[in-house]
């Protein structure tokens, strides 16, 4: 029998809190605001703080969260965020700042977000950083943008298409429309490259930039990204890396070094700052020193203070500067659990990051690719992409029948139907938090969800059985969201 909700325990004069009288004069309210403001009636349940507490700790254990599951999300990498990171954001010097107090009460904070853009520099192999953007598109905007004022700067205003490979996110597309470019979509070639050849034959001098994302959402590194990025480059074009898969390039090769000209992090997902529904994103954007004029305004800077000492301060002194792209300076508490994931992890193991992200990977691959399809039998990086096609066209089991059959396995389902260009899409990344305990029962999961699929499909297309809600119908909770209790 399902719980009561919050509302059906509610009884008449309960309360959970005792509010003292004021210690202002009173206003009516009716002073304050217009009439059609207001609400004569606010029916709010009446209960104990203990009620409360029940409720909200009930709700909590009903949500899968890292903390108590593995999420295999492909391209969102879900891995643990170190409580370490929450201590370091919560200390009084960081959390009670406000962006509006003067440079010389939070030189502390500007330090940390200095340091981080060189952090960042560093590991990307790039030459300045704003840490502006609040997540991965608005990065990719931001990025973008910079490449307009760089092109429009140069007097080539006849730029007018954007290249992008058919694997790349979903957000490139809509960003480069976003920014007035035309979009040219460029097909993968058998092994999950960039096909050179269609490339070489869709640039021209009205190109403005690539936007590739590396690894590919394949899970691929591009074997030609040299000869890639060399295409573009011979045109005068600039080239967008999407690094939102990072996590497998940490320590391994830098997006500067390979000639990317502008990228942005997910430090959500790299740097392990809460992710989705945990908390906000971060998406700084590196660039190479022919765009770092065009830098959102301010960029956190150094310089030598009057008595000698160093200062850090906001400049905002940058004539060809695109602009402010949001209020104030960037999630600073994502920053600063950023900040503490590279410092705790050092060099040495932001590179074991990679390798042990690609190991999880590649396990995972081998141990599942005979019972589904492969998108393409070769050595993955951070994830890879399996297709259930042979079970949709055997039993008639699709993707998300196994997605939500994973559910009654205890486990998160991975990323589904995309990419778009693979039939029935699976997306798996274990990142490198997990141990080889939980990749063996991910993988005996997945492999008992296989079997059932031929020996009693049914009972895969009626998943999840063990949920309080069972299969919801998902076009309607789109199109007709319920959001509202309504008493039984």
């Known amino acids: 029998m399902p719980e009561p909700l919050i509302f059906e325990r509610s009884s008449p004069g309960r309360q959970a809190a005792t509010i003292p009288s004021a210690e202002v004069p009173t206003v009516a309210v009716e002073h304050v605001l217009p009439e059609r403001f207001?609400?004569?009636?606010?029916?709010?349940?009446?209960?104990?703080?203990?009620?409360?507490?029940?409720?909200?700790?009930?709700?909590?254990?009903?949500?899968?969260?890292?903390?108590?599951?593995?999420?295999?999300?492909?391209?969102?990498?879900?891995?643990?965020?170190?409580?370490?990171?929450?201590?370091?954001?919560?200390?009084?010097?960081?959390a009670r700042i406000h962006p509006?107090?003067?440079?010389?009460?939070?030189?502390?904070?500007?330090?940390?977000?200095?340091?981080?853009?060189?952090?960042?520099?560093?590991?990307?192999?790039?030459?300045?950083?704003?840490?502006?953007?609040?997540?991965?598109?608005?990065?990719?905007?931001?990025?973008?943008?910079?490449?307009?004022a760089y092109h429009t700067e140069r007097g080539e205003t006849g730029r007018s298409r954007v290249l992008i490979p058919d694997s790349a996110h979903g957000t490139n597309p809509a960003t480069a429309k976003m920014v007035g470019y035309t979009v040219q979509?460029?097909?993968?070639?058998?092994?999950?490259?960039?096909?050179l050849a269609a490339l070489r034959r869709a640039v021209g001098p009205d190109v403005a930039a690539l936007m590739i994302t590396i690894p590919s959402t394949f899970g691929l590194f591009d074997e030609q990204i040299l000869d890639v990025i060399g295409?573009?480059?011979?045109?005068?074009?600039?080239?967008?890396?999407?690094?939102?898969?990072?996590?497998?390039?940490?320590?391994?090769a830098r997006f500067g070094d390979l000639g990317v000209d502008v990228m942005h992090f997910n430090l959500h997902k790299t740097f392990t700052t809460p992710h989705g529904g945990g908390g906000p994103p971060a998406g700084p954007v590196a660039v190479k020193a022919h765009l770092a004029p065009y830098l959102p305004v301010p960029v956190v800077a150094r310089r030598q203070a009057p008595d000698g000492s160093v200062e850090y301060y906001l400049d905002y002194d940058r004539p060809r500067s695109i602009g402010k792209i949001r209020a104030f300076y960037g999630n600073f508490g994502m920053l600063v659990r950023a900040y503490t994931y590279i410092r705790s992890m050092g060099a040495e193991g932001l590179q074991a990051v990679g390798e042990a992200a690609v190991l999880n990977a590649n396990y995972l691959m081998e141990r599942l690719k005979g019972a589904y399809d492969l998108y393409v039998d070769r050595r993955c990086k951070h994830e890879f992409v399996l297709s259930a096609r042979r079970q949709r066209r055997t039993t008639g089991v699709r993707a998300l029948?196994?997605?939500?059959?994973?559910?009654?396995?205890?486990?998160?389902?991975?990323?589904i139907y995309f990419p778009i260009v693979v039939e029935e899409a699976l997306m798996i990344e274990p990142t490198e938090t997990e141990s080889i305990e939980t990749l063996d029962e991910f993988a005996e999961a997945m492999l008992a969800i296989a079997r059932e699929a031929e020996e009693n499909p049914e009972l895969v297309k009626?998943?999840?059985?063990?949920?309080?809600?069972?299969?919801?119908?998902?076009?309607?909770?789109?199109?007709?969201?319920?959001?509202?209790?309504?008493?039984?």
Request: proline share 7%; with cysteine.
């Open 401 to 415: 029948d196994i997605a939500k059959r994973l559910i009654d396995y205890g486990f998160h389902p991975p990323t």
């Open 100 to 148: 509006y107090q003067p440079i010389e009460m939070v030189q502390g904070a500007l330090q940390l977000m200095y340091e981080l853009q060189e952090y960042l520099a560093e590991i990307s192999g790039m030459d300045a950083v704003t840490l502006q953007p609040a997540a991965g598109a608005h990065g990719e905007l931001t990025g973008m943008l910079m490449i307009r």
């Open 38 to 94: 207001l609400r004569r009636d606010l029916p709010l349940p009446e209960v104990s703080e203990l009620d409360v507490v029940r409720h909200f700790t009930r709700l909590s254990q009903k949500n899968a969260c890292i903390d108590t599951t593995f999420y295999p999300l492909g391209s969102c990498t879900m891995k643990y965020n170190p409580k370490i990171n929450e201590d370091v954001a919560r200390l009084p010097g960081f």
């Open 231 to 252: 295409a573009i480059h011979e045109v005068g074009g600039l080239v967008y890396g999407d690094g939102a898969n990072m996590n497998a390039m940490l320590g391994q």
């Open 462 to 488: 009626q998943a999840p059985h063990t949920t309080e809600i069972g299969r919801l119908d998902e076009v309607a909770a789109v199109r007709r969201p319920n959001l509202r209790w309504k008493p039984a």
């Open 185 to 195: 979509s460029i097909p993968s070639d058998s092994r999950g490259n960039l096909d």
